[in-house]
């Protein structure tokens, strides 16, 4: 089934550890997204890309970091894990109608 | 910057009520909004998107109205089953950054 693909599932990490949550669509979409979902504070915006090589911060970016090198995929790098960054991770990847299609998530803790 | 809140929070119906979900928005320019429902511990699942020159948009018993001018979107319910149980967030897409702002949700329950 065309889609977004998300993995792990779910991680455990200590703090200081780094990590890379992988994302993959096969929609030919161009525009993909990361958003991480807290309790009581919605969804909000990591990083986006607008296309192969392009990537630019949302409203969260602290403590992560992406590329975008094939139009298939968006990996969201955490550099040095912390605490904070417990959280459920959507990736979305974007139709040419900015119709969104989410990914089914990755559950991060840091202990 | 794009605020929008979505009413009631909370809602709980017997089995086979139609239900009215509302969804209001301050930036009115906006390309399109969506409707998604999100089980407990799962992903989003998009249910209707409406793009600004559309008024309303239907897939089976669901039905979602948008009065851009207004700020407002209605997500109407037809006879509702506890399947229907979920938290529904309203979306509306401003291009700004390539950014969906999400609503605060309603979390339903319809009950046997």
């Known amino acids: 089934n065309a889609g977004v693909t998300q993995t792990p599932k779910f991680q455990v990490l200590k703090t200081g550890q780094s990590m890379t949550l992988q994302c993959a669509q096969d929609m030919n979409h161009e525009y993909m997204s990361w958003y991480r979902q807290d309790p009581g504070m919605g969804l909000r915006l990591i990083h986006y890309s607008v296309g192969a090589g392009i990537t630019d911060q949302g409203e969260v970016p602290n403590g992560y970091n992406v590329s975008r090198s094939t139009t298939e995929d968006f990996p969201l790098r955490l550099l040095s894990a912390a605490p904070s960054q417990t959280s459920v991770y959507f990736c979305a990847s974007i139709g040419v109608d900015y119709g969104y299609t989410f990914g089914s998530g990755t559950r991060l803790t840091v202990v | 910057k794009q605020e929008v809140t979505q009413i009631p929070a909370a809602l709980s119906v017997p089995e086979g009520e139609n239900l009215v979900l509302n969804c209001s928005f301050t930036?009115?320019?906006?390309?399109?909004l969506q409707w998604f429902r999100q089980d407990p511990g799962k992903g989003l699942t998009s249910l209707l998107l409406?793009?600004?020159?559309?008024r309303e948009q239907t897939s089976g018993r669901l039905n979602a109205s948008l009065d851009k001018s207004s700020g407002r979107s209605t997500l109407y319910i037809a006879a509702s089953q506890p399947g229907d149980s979920a938290t529904y967030l309203c979306?509306?897409?401003?291009?700004?950054?390539?950014?969906?702002?999400f609503g605060t949700g309603t979390r339903l329950q319809v009950t046997l």
């Open positions: 930036d009115s320019a906006i390309y399109n």
């Open positions: 979306a509306p897409f401003t291009g700004t950054a390539s950014k969906l702002t």
């Open positions: 409406i793009q600004s020159s559309q």
